[in-house]
């Protein structure tokens, strides 16, 4: 076979070939999202919030046919993640938002992403997700869903209490 460096790559190569058909087969199963980022909660059957992605779920995205909504701004480093999802032709949108606090545009645009690609997934991240909790708990509640059942939902991944705060605000702005 060569010199260990030949079977490693071979090894790598076969791995990944058996993780791109479980992959698949989970998803035509309708099997629970693999692991796209160090921290990720799904939030209904379709959509996942997550911190940045792992590099490695790039293929996976792709298999899956999702929606990455990319809520990091440019100085935070998009560029290579844009190129690298786009070029596998992921479907990407860039909504940069630089605070926990959202807009009713942003929520509405979040609401028109999901709506787009009926069936399809849609992961919405940011660094560590916190920004993505914050946007899908503003668009749930422009969905009309009370506040204790927003702030249970995205509970799992905002783990910062300026988020919960700005989720709070977004709620009392609307009333």
């Not at 070939?17 to 799904?42: E, K, N, W």
């Not at 749930?140 to 204790?148: A, D, K, N, V």
Request: proline share 5%.
């Amino acid at each position: 076979m060569g010199d260990g460096l030949e079977m490693t790559v071979m090894q790598r190569l076969v791995f990944l070939a058996f993780s791109l058909s479980v992959l698949a087969a989970c998803v035509s199963a309708g099997a629970q999202a693999p692991r796209l980022s160090y921290a990720q909660h799904a939030v209904s059957d379709r959509v996942t919030l997550a911190g940045v992605l792992d590099a490695e779920a790039y293929d996976a995205l792709r298999a899956m046919d999702a929606t990455v909504v990319e809520l990091r701004t440019a100085p935070e480093g998009v560029q290579d993640e844009a190129r690298a999802l786009v070029s596998r032709g992921v479907y990407y949108v860039h909504l940069p938002i630089g605070t926990p606090s959202v807009s009713h545009e942003d929520a509405a645009y979040l609401q028109q992403i999901v709506d787009a690609r009926p069936g399809k997934p849609v992961v919405v991240h940011c660094a560590s997700g916190n920004r993505a909790a914050a946007l899908w708990g503003a668009m749930r509640l422009e969905q009309g869903m009370p506040l204790e059942e927003v702030l249970a939902e995205v509970a799992p991944i905002a783990t910062k209490q300026p988020v919960v705060d700005a989720i709070k605000k977004y709620a009392s702005d609307r009333d």
